[in-house]
Each structure stands twice: as structure tokens, then as C-alpha cells.
């Protein structure tokens, strides 16, 4: 099953985290592009069709392991963005000559 992991601040209505949600798009997306079927994609994670279902709707929020199984499972690389991360402020520094 998969493990509730740490929880955004930013959710929708139904309580499921937004990042949660992109992650789901962008398996689903990716599974429909290299043509498996949510329990084809099951059978190659050796997971139940429910989890990769709970996985696209964005419900809990995946592991880095269970990410990678999706990738390796889809044929494809996992590229992490954090720009889905909450903006955070830098301090700029200037040096002159």
C-alpha cells in the first residue's frame, strides 16, 4: 500500500495534495502515451490496479522508490522538478571588481 509520506500544506477541497495530483497527471499521461492499462502497469510493478488508480488521482503521496518503480515499470526516466516546491527566498549577493 502505499505509505501517507509528508503532507502538503497546499490542498484541494478533498484533501489530497496538489503536488500529489501533478505527480498522478503526469503518471497517467505517461502510461496512456506508452499504451498500458492501469492493470497492465499493475502487473509490471507486481502492485494491485487500486494502488496505480490511487496513485492518479493524486491520493497519498509516493515514495521516491515508488516513483522510480513507475518509471522503470513505464519504460521511462524520472526526472524530479522541485519547482513544484513552494518558492523560497534567496538572498543576492553582488561582488564587485
Given at each position: 500500500?502505499?505509505?501517507p509520506?509528508?503532507h502538503s ?5 478533498l484533501?489530497?495534495?496538489i503536488?500529489?495530483?501533478i ?10 502515451e ?7 502497469l ?8 487500486p494502488?496505480?488508480?490511487a496513485l492518479e488521482?493524486?491520493?497519498g503521496?509516493?515514495?521516491v522508490?515508488?516513483l522510480?518503480?513507475v518509471a ?11 519547482p513544484l ?8 549577493v553582488?561582488?564587485?571588481?
Amino acid at each position: 500500500m502505499l505509505s501517507p509520506g509528508l503532507h502538503s500544506r497546499r490542498t484541494t477541497r478533498l484533501g489530497t495534495s496538489i503536488h500529489a495530483q501533478i505527480v498522478g497527471q503526469r503518471i497517467r499521461a505517461t502510461r496512456d502515451e506508452v499504451g498500458l492499462t492501469q492493470l497492465q502497469l499493475a502487473d509490471r510493478m507486481e502492485v494491485s490496479q487500486p494502488v496505480i488508480a490511487a496513485l492518479e488521482a493524486g491520493r497519498g503521496n509516493p515514495t521516491v522508490g515508488q516513483l522510480a518503480a513507475v518509471a522503470e515499470a513505464l519504460q521511462v526516466g524520472l526526472d524530479i522538478e522541485f519547482p513544484l516546491l513552494p518558492a523560497t527566498p534567496r538572498i543576492g549577493v553582488i561582488i564587485a571588481p
